[in-house]
């Protein structure tokens, strides 16, 4: 499913191997193992989540969490208040497509998103 996330700052807990960083999720829902991407390119993917020293398989828009990304160096490839959003694989982005009407109006707001940041790269992705 469609995410996007906000780094808060302030919340890097550690930079690097992997890096953990207090991550503020605007809109949409995470699971452990999805891609992260950043500016239409696929950064990392989420090795695990927790909120107060609770692991989570998945989170939901509107909390704050502590999220693990492994070959990922903050100060590198991040920086706090960066936006990421969940990497979609093109077919999944096809299939999504096909049931909007079964997600929320967020969601197909973040795949707009998603889909402009990777057509600056491929300009017929995901048609």
Same mark, same amino acid.
């Given at each position: ?6 780094? =808060? ?12 960083? %207090?991550?503020?999720?605007?809109? @949409?829902?995470? *699971?452990? %193992?999805?891609?992260?991407? *950043? !500016? @239409?390119? !696929? ?18 828009? %509107? ?8 070959? =990922?160096?903050? @100060? ?7 936006? =990421? ?34 057509? *600056?790269?491929?300009?017929?992705? %995901?048609?």
């Amino acid at each position: 499913r469609p995410c996007k996330m906000r780094i =808060l700052s302030n919340y890097v807990l550690r930079q690097s191997n992997p890096a953990i960083v %207090g991550m503020e999720i605007m809109a @949409g829902s995470i *699971k452990v %193992g999805c891609a992260v991407m *950043k !500016d @239409g390119k !696929d950064i990392s993917h989420v090795k695990s989540i927790q909120h107060e020293k609770e692991s989570l398989s998945s989170v939901e828009s %509107g909390k704050q969490v502590a999220i693990s990304l492994p070959n =990922l160096t903050v @100060g590198r490839q991040i920086h706090e208040n960066d936006i =990421l959003y969940s990497g979609i694989p093109e077919p999944d982005f096809r299939k999504l497509k096909e049931f909007r009407n079964l997600l929320k109006k967020e969601e197909i707001d973040i795949m707009k998103e998603i889909a402009e940041a990777k057509r *600056k790269q491929n300009p017929l992705w %995901g048609m």
